[in-house]
């Protein structure tokens, strides 16, 4: 496949494969970031939010069961009662709104059966309590007998169902939280595999592909340039022959003829070489616009990019700052457990069951804690990365602004001489018009050259030789089809160029110098108008080769001669 492309669709071919690889890399990085952003969203989201409502819902039940167990003192006075009675209602109305938030959020498999049994638990906890709380409100310590029975036997029973429903929810919402964590390292480990894999099979891949294309081309060139050798020898002696031959017979043209002559070749040259430098300057005009226009898609592209990463910063710094209130609720559900525990202790015998709860709630708060200053700390990192992205992304936007002015200033270079390029074709079209017209008169000394026929043909077959080996080295440089479409264009380039020689082997007869007395021909005038004409004509042609490509700086007086 790659021998039946040009140069450029080989160097394109093998540029474009690079860059899959890099477009795959990159995709592979977004894709990466866009699974551990939604495992950590549902962290964030579900498992936390249930985390924070169950500590709530804990901490309601844990003050009710503490307003509770204070009603069963004998030393509570009436006033003291009816706070605590209060103090149950309040607690009560806080976990029916925790419970009711709860509840809004989407329960995954296996939440719900748990949930059931805290339900359960809840409604037997807070019908006790609420008995209790109905047998507290008689005046004195008339139900007291009866309210230290139920907190020994039915509230207990019912308190302790009740912590270790809740305990095992809790347990539940850490193990989910667990899993989405374990899910987000390994799916980080396997992007990071792959994008290793991938990124050195592109390196190997854009070795193998250089070293190939260029060993190919070398190989081809080489060839080439020894068959250009050898059927340039060739031609070199054929148009010896022709030259040798033709000697005598142009020793007796004019001046005139002559000076045409000269100044046909030199127009003809200058003309291809104007034509081919025109098109050449309007190939760069071309290439660079279209280098413009890519540099501002890319400055565009890289604009884009720079506003996707400092939204990405400000999603982590506004995450972050929850991340602090959730410390902060941390922080002050371990106080309130410590104060219950002081309560708990003050109880003696009576509150030792809630010591041990309010200490579980303690050891809750301050894993909440530590959960989230772990996350604090990885947030703190993403927004680090980010505001490194912002910077480099603001660092190559600088970078393609320069480019980009850079490549308008060329394009402007090169209009200039496009321009000028074709002010010059034109007057050289004016000069060639008017050297064809001189030719016309010239035509008659076709006749004259049948005698260097054989030698044209030798030097013509040559010829033929020498361009379809340009042909295959247009082939390579342009692509497989382009052989046969050079061989062709540069075939009426030989002919012209042998019937040009032609033209000029044998001046009429009427523009032959006169012979002398003795029979011998003439000594010439020695007129120089010829050569100046043609040295003027050559100068002004350096002149203008000095603001072409270097390509077309190598010409000089031996091409026209």
Known sequence: ????????????????????????????????????????????????????????????????????????????????????????ATAEAAYVKADAHYQTIEFVPGEAERYQQVVKAWEKLIASSNAIAK???????????????????????????????????IAFQDAEAAKWGASAGSNRDLFSMALTIVAIVGVLLAILLGVVISMRLSRSLQTIAG???????????????????????????????ASLEETS?????????????????????????????????????????????????DSSDKTAKIIKTIDEIAFQTNLLALNAAVEAARAGDAGRGFAVVAEEVRNLAQRSAAAAKDT???????????????????????????ILRS????????QEVTAASREQSKGV??????????????????????????????????????????????????????????????????????????????????????KAPNGKPAARPASSKPRQLRERILSDLQEDAGDAPEEFRDFGEADFK
């Not at 699974?35 to 169950?54: C, F, K, P, S, W």
């Not at 501002?296 to 884009?304: L, V, Y």
């Not at 990192?381 to 660092?395: H, I, N």
């Open 135 to 169: 047998l507290s409100e008689a005046p004195g310590h008339a139900n007291y007998q009866e309210i230290v029975i139920r907190l020994g036997d039915e509230y207990r029973t019912a308190a302790v169902h009740y912590g270790e429903a809740i305990n095992e929810l």
């Open 429 to 514: 079209d004016q000069i060639t018009i008017a050297v064809s017209q001189m030719d016309q008169v010239t035509q008659s000394n076709a006749s004259a050259a049948e005698q260097n026929a054989a030698a044209s043909e030798e030097l013509s077959s040559q010829a033929a030789l020498l361009s379809t080996t340009v042909g295959q080295l247009v082939s390579i440089v342009m692509g497989g089809n382009s052989a046969g479409t050079a061989a062709t264009d540069t075939a009426p380039v030989a002919t012209r160029h042998t019937a040009l020689a032609t033209r000029r082997i044998a001046p009429p007869k009427e523009l032959r110098p006169a």
């Open 407 to 414: 490549v308008e200033s060329v394009n402007d270079l090169v």
């Open 227 to 257: 068959d250009l050798d050898a059927a340039a020898e060739q031609t070199l002696s054929a148009s010896g022959q022709v030259s040798s031959s033709s000697q005598s017979l142009a020793e007796g043209a004019s001046e005139q003829a």
């Open 376 to 402: 604090s700390a990885l947030i703190e990192e993403s927004q680090g990365r980010a505001q490194q992205g912002v910077e480099v992304s603001a660092e190559v936007k600088v970078l393609l602004d320069e």
């Open 265 to 313: 070749a030199t127009l003809e040259q200058i003309s291809s070489m104007t034509k081919q430098n025109a098109e050449h300057t309007a190939q760069v005009e071309r290439l660079a616009q279209e280098a413009r226009d890519s540099a501002r898609k890319g400055g565009d592209a890289m604009t884009r990019m720079e506003e996707r990463i400092t939204a990405i910063k």
């Open 1 to 88: 496949m790659l021998k039946a492309l040009s140069l450029k669709g080989r160097l394109l071919w093998a540029f474009l494969t690079v860059s899959a690889f890099v477009v795959v890399v990159g995709a592979m990085g977004i894709l990466a970031v866009f699974r551990v952003a939604t495992i950590y969203d549902h962290v964030a989201e579900i498992n936390l939010g249930n985390a924070i409502t169950l500590n709530r819902m804990s901490s309601a039940a844990a003050e009710i069961r503490v307003a509770t167990n204070r009603l069963g003192h004998a030393g509570r006075s009436d006033e003291e009662r009816a706070t605590l009675r209060k103090a149950i």
